[in-house]
T-cell receptor
Framework: QKEVEQNSGPLSVPEGAIASLNCTYS??????FFWYRQYSGKSPELIMF????GDKEDGRFTAQLNKASQYVSLLIRDSQPSDSATYLC??????????FGTGTRLKVLA | NAGVTQTPKFQVLKTGQSMTLQCAQD?????MYWYRQDPGMGLRLIYY???????DKGEVPNGYNVSRLNKREFSLRLESAAPSQTSVYFC????????????FGPGTRLTVL
């Protein structure tokens, strides 16, 4: 079992809809979580990070963390075709551990 | 600011050849990382350097060596390349180790024949 799990997708949503991306983790010691966006052939770039239980909003993006259930999610409101990319969830714990999930491919249909 | 730079962008090697991937950052970050990304496997940490003068193994260190040349530069060396090392390699840096955002370089696409 990977320490950070994501559904590989693709997740297809129509333009203007809410895209919901989910991530579960196995290490209860994980403290910080990050969502990166990666366009095809490009490097990952940070969208959001979250440390505390609850929701964190930034523009069209909302990150949600539930430590009791060990899941993290990313909501993208008013999805645009330019949001089509692979979204990587990463969690940190311990000394070096910055563990990435395999990513979820999102397709926003115009 | 260039951020994180990597050279080369593309490289083709024959089995058994050696090469060094170069990485530099101009953000005065303390920590630097080398990842490889393979289809269906996500990003896997090869080696990291929490601070200048230290290096440690990550998840998949076999077949690689690293050097933290100074605070700016962190190189990855393949001593005897194998086809299993065909991958996209990303260098990243962060202000401090583990709990901060990582900034990624553009990647090196390596093919080993």
């Amino acid at each position: 079992q990977k320490e950070v799990e994501q559904n590989s997708g693709p997740l297809s949503v129509p333009e203007g809809a809410i895209a919901s991306l989910n991530c579960t983790y196995s290490d209860r010691g994980s403290q910080s979580f990050f969502w990166y966006r990666q366009y095809s052939g490009k490097s990952p770039e940070l969208i959001m990070f979250i440390y505390s239980n609850g929701d964190k909003e930034d523009g069209r993006f909302t990150a949600q963390l539930n430590k009791a259930s060990q899941y993290v999610s990313l909501l993208i409101r008013d999805s645009q075709p330019s949001d089509s990319a692979t979204y990587l969830c990463a969690g940190t714990s311990g000394t070096y551990k910055y563990i990435f999930g395999t990513g979820t491919r999102l397709k926003v249909l115009a | 600011n260039a951020g994180v730079t990597q050279t080369p962008k593309f490289q083709v090697l024959k089995t058994g050849q050696s090469m060094t991937l170069q990485c530099a950052q101009d953000m005065n970050h303390n920590s630097m990382y080398w990842y490889r990304q393979d289809p269906g496997m996500g990003l896997r940490l090869i080696y990291y350097s929490a601070s200048e003068g230290t290096t440690d193994k990550g998840e998949v260190p076999n077949g690689y060596n690293v050097s933290r040349l100074n605070k700016r530069e962190f190189s990855l060396r393949l001593e005897s390349a194998a086809p299993s090392q065909t991958s996209v390699y990303f260098c990243a840096s962060s202000v401090q180790h583990s709990y901060n955002e990582q900034f990624f370089g553009p990647g090196t696409r390596l093919t080993v024949l």
